[in-house]
């Protein structure tokens, strides 16, 4: 398991003239943004075992940042200095001619133990200070980039308010083959799509992979006994163990906000139900009992409610019930069909898939259903799924035609930053885990 250390660092305090009215923070808006021009010179390389490092780290560090939307990289041939450094305060009137707000300096060395060590500070240019402490981060040499993630969601925290989402990772089926006889594998990668590793071999039709609360294990639905069956599986490694004994065929799962729960559907007699399964125990409780489709349920962050998807008002639309199944109402009521939904680890919000005008669209809405709003449209946008921030969403978006083929996107809530995710080769279905705590 990583062992990745963070410390405050006691670097020395430097009186600075005040040049700006306040400290540098962003404001994030349902309106244009513009980003905010960062400078990120090459990390010190306090010896010389580390300089690749250094150099990796902060790319790292920027394609992290400014893939956000927020942040625009000054190109490094501007520099009118350098930082050659790190204890020593920049020199600010250099940094402010080339209209950088945001600077970030750091320095790698690797400990007596062997550990890579990465000190780094965020200065707020203008106000020749320091936006917080520094801050040091410790980690084996192979997780360099977990330490450039971290530095990324400091920094991406001091400058917005919110927290961050870069140390975390993406589960996804990954696909190959044409179109007509694709071979599916769960796999696994960080948010900016490296590291894939992989958790299935293809033998067998695998989707709607989701991770558990504490990121540790992976629910989906698997094809290896002929039947779809709700399976879980060490996100690690190891064996895939079904979830529950009820018969006929179960899917579309995820777990409940405490991770001691899966609620899935389960379809039998030409009915579909959601059900609710206790992990440790096996208990099966049925939460709906409605002669329609009922399907895609997702918890509210506090465990109170569940949002799914039914055809019982005679189409496809968004429901909002209780989490013992009681007092289902209707939330969508604009034209098309609705899907998918899932709920916003901030609570507030309620992201879903809607068909209409043959295209389809990931949108957004509040809980209750009221401000909806359609963030894309294409041939083909399915299974959005929040970044721990509830800021940033991902989905698959598939193109037309034999030769077509699903790939991962991102998108802003408010509409802004569509962008498409590096992966090996054809993926769908994504799901996004929280904040990794290792």
């Excluded at 589960?171 to 696994?188: D, L, M, Q, W, Y």
């Excluded at 399907?295 to 209780?322: C, H, K, N, W």
């Excluded at 969508?332 to 901030?346: A, E, I, L, N």
């Amino acid at each position: 398991m990583l062992n990745l250390c963070a410390l405050a660092l006691c670097l020395p305090a430097f009186a600075m003239a005040q040049t700006s009215p306040g400290p540098l923070r962003i404001e994030i808006t349902d309106g244009v943004v513009q980003p905010v021009p960062l400078a990120a010179p090459d990390f010190i390389a306090a010896d010389g075992a580390t300089a690749n490092y250094a150099r990796d780290i902060t790319s790292v560090i920027v394609n992290n940042l400014t893939g956000s939307g927020l942040f625009r990289e000054i190109p490094k041939s501007a520099f009118i200095s350098q930082i050659t450094n790190f204890n020593t305060p920049p020199v600010f009137p250099d940094w402010q001619a080339i209209n950088a707000q945001a600077l970030i300096t750091g320095e790698t060395r690797l400990g007596a133990d062997g550990r890579l060590v990465v000190d780094f500070r965020l200065w707020d240019v203008f106000s020749q200070r320091s936006i917080g402490d520094g801050v040091r981060f410790s980690a084996a040499p192979g997780d360099w980039r977990r330490i450039a993630h971290k530095v990324s969601d400091t920094v991406y925290s001091r400058l917005t308010g919110e927290s961050g989402y870069f140390d975390s990772e993406i589960t996804f089926v990954a696909e190959s083959g044409p179109k007509n006889n694709r071979r599916k594998r769960i796999a696994i990668m960080d948010q900016d799509g490296a590291n894939v590793r992989y958790l299935t071999g293809g033998n067998a039709l695998v989707f709607a992979p989701r991770f558990s609360p504490d990121g540790r294990q992976v629910l989906y639905t698997s094809y290896a006994t002929g039947v779809p069956r709700v399976v879980v599986q060490p996100a690690n490694g190891g064996s895939a163990r079904q979830v529950s004994s009820v018969p006929g065929m179960t899917f579309a799962p995820r777990f409940s906000p405490d991770g001691r729960r899966v609620i899935l559907s389960r379809a039998s007699g030409g009915n579909t139900d959601i059900y609710s399964v206790d992990l440790g125990s096996g208990q099966q409780q049925r939460l709906t009992r409605s002669p329609a489709i009922d399907t895609a349920p997702s918890y509210s962050p506090d465990s109170r409610e569940i949002v799914f998807e039914s055809d019982r008002g005679g189409s496809q639309q968004l429901y909002v019930m209780g989490a013992d199944g009681s007092g289902a109402r209707r939330i969508s009521f604009g034209s098309g069909q609705y899907g998918t939904p899932v709920w916003s680890p901030r609570g507030d919000k309620i992201a879903f898939t809607k068909q209409t005008g043959g295209r389809f669209h990931v949108g957004v809405m509040d809980r209750d259903g009221s401000n909806e709003i359609l963030l894309t449209a294409s041939f083909l946008d399915e299974g959005p799924t929040w970044a721990p921030n509830g800021r940033v969403l991902m989905f698959f978006r598939e193109t037309p035609g034999p030769t077509g083929a699903a790939a991962l996107v991102s998108v802003d809530v408010t509409g802004r930053n569509l962008k498409y995710v590096d992966t090996p080769a054809a993926a769908s279905d994504p799901f996004w885990s929280p904040l990794r705590t290792d």
